[in-house]
């Protein structure tokens, strides 16, 4: 049951590790007494952990709480450290990787030796999942710090919110029969057109407010386009005024009839050819710096 | 040549072009130059005369070779020149060498030596002689052997000089001996026999490729003289060489030892020069259209050319018909003695004056690429030829049993039994066909004789006539009552030929090869394979045809679900006549058209039709494995016209449901059809396939170009246009497929492979359906792909090596675009490059596809691939083109495989994410079942029990209508659950294989941060809780989430 103690103790610290990230000063206290804690424990490590100013919490968490033997903390903690130089040299080369990569290396890294280690461990910790499901997130939370070994995803066909039994639940409510859906598109259209209604009511009321009164003019031609949008409604069919439009193309003058239209007309398609030339020549220097002209 | 007096882009490119690949003759160039040639000559001179030298330098050359009497006292050679290219300053990179001319002096030789190889075994032992010396030097890397034209008998040596130049990587010094009146020229006459073992019933035949390759020596030192003359002082000419050289360079078929070399394009052009077709005034790009003409339509080819002036021609005309008996392509040189093209072969020479033609039209044609068509683009036997055959011969004695070399070697022989095999075979089945064997690796020990020269795999090449012809299954051959042809028609075909009665009376021999519709692409193979073995003594192991490779990353369990095809196109018949006689529906169906990618045979997996999905449905039995999903396939339906329809977007689509409800509706009721919909979707079932119905809406399309007309910074693109987008993409595919029946196919692996790198996400399908058309109605410098190998090479190398960045891609299918379009085009194009100076990742879209139906390239590359993920594609298909290449050149390592090409390394994300293979819809599809060892484990989940992609026999038992609810149309775990993440990680961006991948890939998204401060950037969360997340959005699905490498932060 010890270890189960300890556990809580360790969630106890995730969580007061989590505020520590927002609030600075208190991050700052945390910093300290980790330190002290290290110093009983590894004082060797000390140095780097301060130079690295708190970053990688796990990895002391981990040393503090394990209760390994000397030799094989030791041995851990060589692998680790070469381990960590290797990740520190690859960090120099890409100088946009800060603290936070650190930390994530330590916390890799830990995983990787945990797995190594505990595998017999792991496998108790798998019966404990099965038999209590009630704080099994939370064992899954601190059981991986704890030990590196990979969280489990749970419920899996208990869960309607998430995941496979979501998207079929939702597949289903999708497809509530044509006479639902029937129904609801009725209902849909009915209220948009009282919508619609109320909207216009709305704005004649607003203009009648105004001191304005709309007069309605049924005379003459019949009503082609839409009072709001300007859109042509009704009679006149969009394909019958294309076709209106290029026929009346060919109505207007010729495009050589006058002499400054002839001039005009050579003048931009010697700009065009000029513009065309002046592209070609940018392209040729873009295909040069990218030696596009080497044919091997 | 000034840059800026150039007025055409091309001229401009071509300078360029010289510029780069043109060596110059700078001082320390010649310094090397000389330096080695005169260690070279140090090294000569050490040698003592009156060296007694004999066959035993050389015993297995000289045995291989047939020869006797070697023994000769050395004597220094009578000269040592420079020759060759260096010497007319036409140089061409990448592979800069300098010939050596060392004249083999007279004391040394006999007057008989010309005859049975003693010329050229005294040659080779003259030259080990040397090569002994110049191994002892230091100032030499090191000496290979090499040979002149691939011709084994005539060894020359590459000096490799110690000191290097950084501008000429891998320079070398090639030694070659001449023989400047070594002999009597009229004894090597191409009538007299100079290789007694060449015998038929006694009587001898005459050598005349045996006497050619030794006149050849003979005459070099004349003919280099010659050019010299030619090429003295003529810079446009020399540059006009240089640019024939990189032209036939970059073509494998054409420049080869069969072929042309550069000598020989010296040597035509000088013919030209001397019947004044070229003149000084020429630039050099006229004179390589002259020269490509001359070679392409020339009658002269006919006669034969002549070096020198028709006057002067001192040649019989019985004497020039028997070359042209003996030859296929005649030129005589200077003095007449010789046909320089003596190598040349018929099918060579043909596929010269096809390559010449090609590119003659690509300067008409390929418009602004022609240059690149011209000049850039690789066309190397494995993108040229549709089919190819490799023979691996090593170790076979076969093709020697009569000796290496008579009049012709053994090797060239065997090329051209191959090549008669396989045009008898094809018949017209084949509009070409090539076979080389560069049997020579350089490097290779020659002393010990030529058994060892056929390590190299002989290659074939075949282009097809038509698919027609080449998927026929029935080869007529003679008339039965022709007895003589029947013969031997019979022989040539054993127990495959048959004797058979046709419909119109006719009886005649015949073969058949029978085969199923989706596999006619392997009647070829059949028949190459059995013709091959049956006139050839090799196992069948040997022989390696690229053909069906790739096929297997298509196939649905055994078989092709293309097969599934008609039944799939009857099924759309009879729906669309259904839904035009509907009548009890407000407004009349006027026209019905098929969407989908399935009705154009372009989808990768059509779908089969499903035992639950056809009005006579029958419980399946449950022994058969029944699918609990099936793919929908959507189709457009379009209404009689009216004005009734609401205004706004919404209540349009809302209306147009309604319609769609009632026709299910309807159809339900008078043909006894199931429909189901959801609130945006109605699916009906028609004999075993899914059909989902859209409506579009003229108006809505007319209010939307409006809209768009008048705002163009707000690009509203409407559920209309979307549809009516995709009606005009796919009749004009459906066009392209029926003209070329192959572009499915091709389309499919190149869909395949798209999705199976993970780039589902990244380009479309129809996006993809327009590269591939591109290959098709613009094929220059190639012509119209016939194999779905050769096509997905060519879609690779085109996704590799087109100019994204600069050019748009036009793809026009029908010829719709006059030079207006294009200028329109062009214009649109450069306004989405104008960001380019700025950065060059502001460009969008990245690929610039346009078509006649959307010139700005809005429809399908709009958003993706953004510059970074189609930097990502081109590096993987460059890669994956590479691979193709070599594996059709040569046999590659077990772990190097043509699945490789479809087989991603997931090594290559941030983090992924394995799927349950067992949970996708059509586990069938799954190429590759994922494993991953790098990285960390993050998390792990079991698979969900609610969903089986079969159904389970429980499940059949019940009623047929349950089970019918229990089909789930459109279900995809994947689409899903990419829909959730992108929902939720707004930091992670998925690469995923839409076609049925096991993995998910998973990268940092680095613009993520935005203009947000550092600090609130790290406190955003930790990322094994964010991929600890992602696990549990996919619960029931994710088998592992694995991290592999953290986020960078960018500011």
Sequence with gaps: ?296 | MDADTLTEPMDFKVSELINEVQIEHSPSFTKLVNDTVSSIQNSIDKIPNNLVVTGEEAAGFVRDIGADKVEFKFKKPKSIAIGGSYSIKCVVKPDVSVDLFIQLPKECFHEKDYLNHRYHAKRFVYLCVINKFLKSDSSFEKVEWSTLQNEARKPVLLVYPAGKLPEVPGFFVRIIPTAKSLFNAAKLDLKRNNVRALNQGGTALPTPRYNSSILEDMCLEDNTEFLKKTFFGQKALGEALVLLKVWARQRDSIHSHDGLNGYLIAIILSYLVAYEKVNSSMRPLQIFRVTLDFIANSKLWTRGLFLQKQGEVKILKEDRMLYKESFPVVIFDSTTHINLTFRIKDSGFSELQDEAALTLQCFGKSGDSAFEDIFMTKIDIPAKYDYCVRLSLKGNNEFYSSGYCLDEECWRLYEKKVQSLLSQGLSDRAKSIRVIWRNIPSGCSLENGLSTLDGEPLLAGISLSSLDKAFRVVDIGPDAENKEEAARFRKFWGEKAELRRFKDGKIAESTVWESEQWMKHLILKRIVEYTLLRHLSISKTSIEQTVDQLDFSLLHGVEDPMSFSSSLLGAFDVLSKRLRLIEDIPLKVSSVQPLDPAFRFTSVFPPEPHALASEKASIPRPHKLTSSCIQPLEVMIQLEGSGNWPMDDVAIEKTKSAFLLKIGESLENSWGMTCTATEDDVDVFLSGYAFRLKILHERGLSLVKRETGSDQGKQVSSADQKLFVRSQHSSMINGLQGVFPIYGPVVRLAKRWVASHMFSACLSEEAIELLVAHLFVKPLPFTAPCSRITGFLRFLRLLAEYDWTFSPLIVDINNDFNPSDKKEIYDKFMLTRKGYEESSQNISPAMFLATSYDKASEAWTRLSPNVLELRRLVAYARSSANLLTRLVFQDQTESYRWECLFRTPLTNYDAVILLHGDRLPYPQRLLFPSKLNHGRLVARGNASKAFQPFMLPGDLRGSLDKLKNKLLVDFDPLRCYIADLEKECSTLKMWYDSLGGDAIGLTWERSCSKKRDREEASDDEDPIDVLKAVGEAGKGFVKSVHFLKAPRLMN
């Design chain 1, 1 to 296: 049951m010890g270890n189960l103690k300890e556990k809580v103790d360790k969630k106890q610290q995730k969580k007061s590790k989590k505020a520590n990230n927002r609030k600075f000063s208190e991050k700052d206290a945390m910093i300290k007494k980790e330190d002290e804690r290290n110093k009983v424990n590894n004082p060797a490590e000390k140095k780097k952990r301060k130079r690295e100013k708190g970053n990688n919490f796990d990895g002391g968490d981990v040393t503090r709480i394990s209760r390994e033997d000397d030799r094989t903390k030791a041995e851990r903690e060589k692998k680790r450290n070469k381990l960590r130089k290797k990740k520190q040299r690859s960090e120099e080369q890409n100088n946009a990787l800060v603290g936070k990569y650190d930390q994530l290396s330590t916390e890799s890294e830990d995983g990787f030796n945990e797995q190594k280690c505990k595998s017999k461990k792991s496998k108790k910790k798998k019966k404990e999942h099965d038999t209590s499901k009630e704080d099994e997130n939370i064992l899954e939370k601190s059981g991986e710090t704890d030990h590196g070994e990979a969280y489990c995803i749970s419920s899996v066909d208990e869960d309607c919110s998430k995941g496979m039994k979501k998207w079929l639940t939702d597949y289903n409510q999708s497809r509530p029969g044509l006479k639902v859906l029937q129904q609801r598109l009725d209902e849909f259209i009915i209220s948009h057109e009282e919508k619609l209604e109320q909207e216009r009511k709305e704005r004649e009321d607003q203009a009648a407010e105004g001191g304005w009164t709309v007069v309605k003019h049924h005379k003459g031609r019949k009503k082609t386009t839409d009072s709001e949008s300007g859109i042509p409604v009704g009679s006149v069919a969009p394909a019958a005024v294309e076709n209106q439009m290029t026929k009346k193309k060919p109505k207007e003058v010729g495009l050589e009839f006058y002499r400054f239209q002839k001039r005009e007309a050579q003048r931009s398609e010697i700009m065009a050819l000029r513009s065309k030339f002046e592209e070609d020549r940018k392209r040729i220097q873009q295909l040069r710096a990218a030696r596009k002209f080497r044919p091997y």
